[in-house]
């Protein structure tokens, strides 16, 4: 982080902290987020329910008649200091995408709008590999930073009533995967087989945030051999 940026402690309510690292998103603060919500874990606190880290924050809900504010502050603020890298932790998840047809059914619009080809668009979507900075909007979301600058394309100027769960979509700078059917305005260019959401699954969310994601072009045929299996 900068020297610049000041944490800061903000009550939210009578059970929660948010711990603000900075005013800004990029990976060195992500990083410190991330090392500071894996700290807090690993304290095993009793009054401490769970740690949700965000672009440069993280929000710590806790059980008051345990833990008074001002006594957890004082247990938070050293964590602060955990260092942590700028890069995600643990090897990438491999997300296999089929990309156009009625899966990516945006792909021409966003190839035209970013002057490129189909083919081109997701050669540079599946290129980089993206860090989760944060789940969100719906379980599992993940919001991912590394996208080529290239393909930022605007939201529709409609969004859609129904999107299928897996479904990956740009929005702005910004792609991600819809874990489960949901309204959404972001271009869709590909969907992948796997569930990202699976209630019947342990954990039920199958990314984590701070980890890091590389999508992988497949057919139809991968496609729907990977459908049936449903996790990797």
């Known amino acids: 982080m900068s020297a610049m940026d000041a944490i800061r402690f903000l009550p939210c309510g009578d059970s929660a902290v948010t711990v603000e690292f900075g005013n800004r998103i990029d990976d060195q603060l992500n990083g410190a987020v991330h090392a500071f919500a894996s700290a807090v874990e690993a304290l095993g606190h009793p009054a401490i329910r769970e740690v949700v880290p965000t672009y440069r924050s993280a929000t710590v809900h806790y059980l008051p008649h345990l833990l008074e504010y001002a006594a957890l502050v004082q ?15 643990g090897a990438p998840v491999e997300i296999p995408v ?20 189909p083919e081109q668009v997701i050669a540079a979507h599946s290129a980089p590999c993206y860090r989760i900075y944060m789940l969100g909007f719906t379980p599992g979301f993940p919001y991912l930073g ?19 769960a897996g479904s990956v979509g740009i929005a702005g700078s910004q792609t991600g995967v819809y874990p489960i059917e949901s ?31 590389r999508f992988v072009p497949i057919d139809e045929p991968t496609y729907h051999r990977l459908e049936r299996r449903g996790r990797l």
């Open 146 to 164: 590394g996208m080529d600058p290239r393909l930022a394309t605007p939201r529709r100027k409609e969004p859609r009533i129904r999107i299928p």
């Open 75 to 89: 247990l938070l603020r050293p964590l602060t200091e955990t260092q942590g890298g700028a890069g995600p932790f």
């Open 98 to 117: 089929l990309y156009g047809g009625p899966w990516g059914p945006d792909l021409e619009e966003v190839a035209a709008h970013c002057g490129m080809t």
């Open 183 to 213: 309204p959404g305005g972001w271009q869709l260019i590909g969907r992948t087989p796997l569930r990202l959401f699976d209630l019947g699954s342990d954990p039920p969310i199958l990314l984590q945030a701070g980890r890091s994601i």
